[in-house]
């Protein structure tokens, strides 16, 4: 399954609530789920926020859910 689609149903979320949180269309966000286009960084990176996960996590890049650490930037 989807891990956009997945979480997204563990939240008993609908596809137009998390369109509307990204402020975008609801079929463009069911392309995403459903793999047909790829999504924006920019969208990506508010999931993960939203999901409390990594980008990794979305990515297939990881099965672990839990975010990395925020890390300090050092100037």
Do not use: G, H
């Amino acid at each position: 399954m989807n891990r956009l689609k997945e979480l997204r149903e563990d939240k008993d979320l609908y596809q137009k609530d998390i369109a509307d949180y990204l402020k975008i269309d609801q079929s463009n966000y069911s392309k995403y789920e459903l793999e047909k286009i790829s999504i924006p960084l920019e969208y990506l990176k508010q999931l993960a926020d939203f999901y409390n996960t990594s980008t990794d996590y979305l990515l297939y890049r990881t099965d672990e859910r839990k975010p990395y650490p925020k890390s300090i930037m050092k100037k």
